[in-house]
């Protein structure tokens, strides 16, 4: 690598963060975070409710996957809507909560007004908070992280002009798609363009989107899926923020508690986070749109910040789109894409330091996908290979705004915005066979221990029900649920080579012999 601004940024941020540190909070803020000995994650929680475990099954898988994995966070969905699934609506009035559900604030200390922490009165299901509870509190007994995403509002805080994701597909226009380009601004194509002059081995032809690695929409049987995109109103942004609230103060119990929390869902694509009717999703985003869109996002991250219990990070969350152009995505979801690296531009004007948050990352795509692209000065899409890319312009970024910041108590070593977190990315089995995915794992896994400010990563789906098809699952059918046969699959032992104790130390762990990664 040529000596650039960027190098630079990369090994001094390596440097740093190669200090031996004390893993999860040291104190009571989120700049007290360090970074944990594995960054390998979990999420596990399609197989954990679909299969009911109960309390004894649960401690029993959870002491298998510390004894041969170590993880260090476990995510969940945690969908707004399955909390407040009642026919009530929120109110600043107490209300009678019908059977299975209760009041929260409990009365009218727990309201703003009085010194509490909510906006408004609302129900809240009894059976959703004890399930969460149950999670959290397994998870504290073995000592890992939660991690919660946070999506899908209720159907009362929707605007019913919200298009959701469409039902079928749609094709975009080609031409949309090519004249979008020159919706680039010339401050963003300059970026873009000295991160492609400074790692130019990296610079191969131009690869288009497509849907080889995207996958389907998963259905939540008990929701209202094809809404579940759709940003809340501005009306009901109070009660999205009362259910962050919520989170912290009625399913924390003491070490039993969320530690991160993640906001939406891949932010700069309207399949996942749609802003209409604010703006037209439909069509390719204009610039005032584009600002539309991340004022609104920016507004959710601050409310969230505002109000979770800490310490705990807020998390933005991104796709590996990094560098194209406001688009609709050619996919065929018929739904735009405002590019991540526009998003999160964005998101540095609105949110600086003055907010504090962290950003997720998606990693789909091939093992080797180096989607970079010269042309036009657009860094198209990242992958395993690049993602310290992404990673070190987060760091540049961050560097630049504590330098316009005389007198700010944060650094390069404690500032939220250090951390990222790739939370979802995997491959379908029906792609490939076991042992290819297994190899990919353990490369992927290698990338991510080369990019120091990655904190944590999970794949999609770690084991999914006997009841649902198990494509996207990480371990595949027959392996029980105490985990007591995993090491029969070459995809759990792959996983498994991440623990602290194996990677780079022992020459036997799977990824070592097999993939030739994490030896000693």
């Known amino acids: 690598m040529k000596s650039t601004p960027l190098a630079a940024a990369i090994i001094a941020l390596a440097a740093m963060l190669s200090l031996p540190c004390k893993a999860g909070f040291s104190g009571s803020t989120a700049t007290s975070y360090s970074m944990n000995a594995n960054k390998m994650g979990l999420d596990d929680q399609a197989f954990i409710l679909y299969e009911a475990l109960d309390q004894a099954t649960l401690a029993a898988r959870n002491k298998k996957l510390q004894q041969d994995m170590a ?293 789909y795509g091939g093992i080797d996908s180096n989607e970079m692209n010269g042309e036009n000065g657009i860094v198209n899409a990242y992958g395993w290979p690049t993602l310290y890319i992404v990673a070190a312009w987060q760091q540049q970024q961050l560097e630049a705004a504590i330098a316009a910041t005389p007198g700010t108590s944060y650094t390069v070593d404690n500032a939220p915005q250090r951390i990222v977190a790739a939370t979802e990315q995997g491959w379908e089995a029906s792609q490939t066979d076991d042992a290819t995915r297994a190899k990919w794992m353990c490369q992927a896994f290698d990338y991510g221990q080369k990019v120091p400010n990655l904190a944590w990563m999970s794949w999609f789906d770690f084991q999914l029900p006997t009841q649902v098809p198990d494509d996207w699952s990480t371990i595949r059918g027959g392996i029980d649920a105490d985990l007591d046969n995993a090491m029969s699959s070459v995809t759990y032992r792959a996983i498994a080579a991440s623990n602290p104790s194996k990677w780079g130390k022992d020459s036997s762990n799977y990824c070592c012999a097999s993939a030739g990664v994490g030896c000693p």
């Open 71 to 363: 993880p260090s966070v476990h995510r969940y969905n945690m969908f707004w809507n399955s909390f407040e699934s009642s026919s009530s609506i929120p109110s600043d009035s107490p209300i009678s909560c019908e059977r299975g559900y209760h009041m929260v604030p409990s009365d009218s200390s727990g309201l703003k007004a009085n010194g509490g922490l909510y906006n408004r009165y609302r129900c809240i299901s009894l059976g959703q908070e004890k399930q969460t509870q149950k999670l959290l509190q397994a998870d504290a007994a073995i000592g890992w992280e939660s991690a919660a995403i946070v999506w899908c509002a209720p159907v009362y805080a929707r605007d019913p002009a919200c298009l959701g994701q469409p039902q079928g597909s749609i094709e975009s226009s080609p031409d949309e798609y090519s004249d979008a380009y020159a919706n680039f601004t010339d401050t963003q194509t300059a970026i873009s363009s000295l991160i492609s002059d400074q790692l130019p081995v990296l610079i191969e032809s131009y690869q288009g989107l497509d849907n080889s690695t995207e996958g389907g929409i998963v259905t939540e049987s008990a929701l209202d899926s094809s809404g579940c995109s759709c940003v809340p109103t501005d009306e009901f942004m109070p009660d999205f923020q009362d259910f962050m609230a919520y989170l912290g103060d009625k399913t924390n119990q003491g070490t039993a508690r969320w530690d991160h929390y993640i906001v939406w869902n891949e932010c700069a694509n309207a399949f996942w986070t749609d802003m209409s009717p604010r703006i037209d999703v439909t069509k390719v985003v204009t610039p005032e749109g584009q600002k539309i869109w991340v004022d609104v996002y920016a507004n959710m991250i601050k409310l969230a910040q505002a109000v979770v219990q800490q310490p705990a990070l807020v998390y933005v969350s991104t796709d590996r789109w990094w560098g194209v152009p406001p688009v609709l995505t050619k996919w065929k979801i018929g739904r735009a894409h405002m590019g991540t690296q526009n998003l999160l531009l964005g998101l540095w004007d609105a949110l600086g330091l003055e907010t504090e948050w962290s950003l997720v990352v998606h990693v």
